[in-house]
């Protein structure tokens, strides 16, 4: 059976400084993926092509970021019946236009929209990789794992600032 993977579109290389926060997510999770640019409106047939193809070849979610009217991760979600997870980009009006884009779906073809921008971005991995871990033991331990050391680091913080309010700092 092929390798399974998430599958990243972006509308547009203009998206890859939000999207990057993906990228990291999945490497840290240890989850394969593929990352490609190809836009519902400046590239349909290409993008249509790729999300059968990946389909067939083991994606088990798609991740879909794009800005303005951002029907990428509609455009996908109607060709495939894996989930589709869908990242606002702010391009312009602050994203609300593509928050409503992405999130605004007609019933029967859902997308799982994240947040605008960046949190949006890392939110998509994490929802992309629990997605996955629900088969794969090994990685919802990792995912885990990562939780508790986000935890983690937050108690790390609060300590350190109560140290400064014992010590008068601030
Ligand atoms: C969307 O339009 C893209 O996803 C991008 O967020 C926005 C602008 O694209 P470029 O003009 O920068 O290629 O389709």
Known sequence: MSQKFIAILMGSDS??????????VLRSLDVSFEIKVSSA??????????????????AVAFICAAGM???????????????????PIESSL???DALLSTVQMPGGIPVATV?????????????????MA???PDLAERVRL??????DAVIAKDKALQLQLENGEI
């Open 41 to 58: 409106h400046r590239t349909p047939a290409y993008t249509h092509d790729y999300v059968k193809d990946a389909d067939k070849r083991g």
């Open 146 to 151: 990562d939780r508790a050391a986000s935890a």
């Open 69 to 87: 009217a951002a029907h990428l991760a509609g455009a996908v979600a109607a060709a495939t019946t894996k989930p589709v997870i869908g990242v």
């Open 115 to 131: 947040a605008i921008g960046k949190a949006g971005a890392k939110n998509a991995a994490y929802l992309a990789a629990q997605i």
């Open 134 to 136: 629900v088969a794969d």
């Open 15 to 24: 998206d890859l400084p939000i999207m990057k926060s993906s990228v990291a």
């Open 94 to 96: 602050d994203g609300l």
